[in-house]
């Protein structure tokens, strides 16, 4: 049988991240993402849902978070789910939550911070072609060289 894990989610974080790292070092960082819904019903009355949904990302894409992401930021990510299940020390039932591990995310703040860098499948930010100072055209007859002609070549 075929299986497909995939979830790509666009949303606000509801939180600040919380970086933290293993033994080994690797840091990984929680955040929670809240991704609205709305609609019309059937009276004509807009309604509105709100997905709240728990995200971990690790490694390098984990640190890149922490650094420029804040409560209330949007934010698009690509990821998988994954169910974490484990036993309550007082009660010893059986807990489960479902949780989504980041994969890539990109920035879909246009007020990102300068300096931040593009994340995984985001294209770089190109700063602007810098302007050249204004200049008098040349008057007729100046300059030592004889008008070229004009092509018709747009370019």
Same mark, same amino acid.
């Given at each position: 049988?075929?299986?497909?894990?995939?979830?790509?989610?666009?949303?606000?974080? !509801?939180?600040?991240?919380? $970086?933290?790292? &293993?033994?080994?070092? &690797?840091?990984?960082?929680?955040?929670? $993402?809240?991704?609205? #819904?709305?609609?019309?019903?059937?009276?004509?009355? !807009?309604?509105?849902?709100?997905?709240?949904?728990?995200?971990?990302?690790?490694? #390098?894409?984990?640190?890149?978070?922490?650094?420029?992401?804040?409560?209330? #930021?949007?934010?698009?990510?690509?990821? #998988? $789910?994954?169910?974490? &299940?484990?036993?309550?020390? !007082? !009660?010893?039932?059986?807990?489960?939550? $479902?949780?989504?591990?980041?994969?890539?995310?990109?920035?879909?703040?246009?007020?990102?911070?300068?300096?931040?860098? /593009?994340?995984?499948?985001?294209?770089?930010?190109?700063?602007?072609?810098?302007?050249?100072?204004?200049?008098?055209? /040349?008057?007729?007859?100046?300059?030592?060289?004889?008008?070229?002609?004009?092509?018709?070549?747009?370019?």
């Amino acid at each position: 049988m075929a299986s497909f894990n995939k979830v790509i989610l666009a949303g606000n974080l !509801t939180r600040d991240p919380e $970086l933290r790292y &293993t033994p080994k070092g &690797t840091a990984v960082v929680k955040i929670g $993402l809240a991704v609205n #819904r709305t609609w019309k019903s059937e009276s004509g009355e !807009t309604k509105e849902e709100v997905a709240f949904i728990d995200v971990e990302a690790w490694g #390098r894409q984990a640190e890149v978070i922490a650094q420029y992401m804040r409560k209330g #930021r949007p934010l698009l990510i690509e990821g #998988r $789910l994954k169910l974490d &299940t484990w036993e309550d020390k !007082t !009660t010893h039932q059986k807990q489960s939550k $479902l949780k989504v591990v980041l994969e890539s995310f990109s920035f879909i703040d246009s007020n990102r911070p300068e300096g931040a860098p /593009p994340a995984a499948g985001e294209a770089p930010r190109r700063p602007a072609p810098p302007t050249p100072p204004a200049s008098k055209p /040349p008057e007729p007859g100046e300059g030592d060289a004889p008008a070229a002609e004009e092509d018709d070549v747009p370019f």
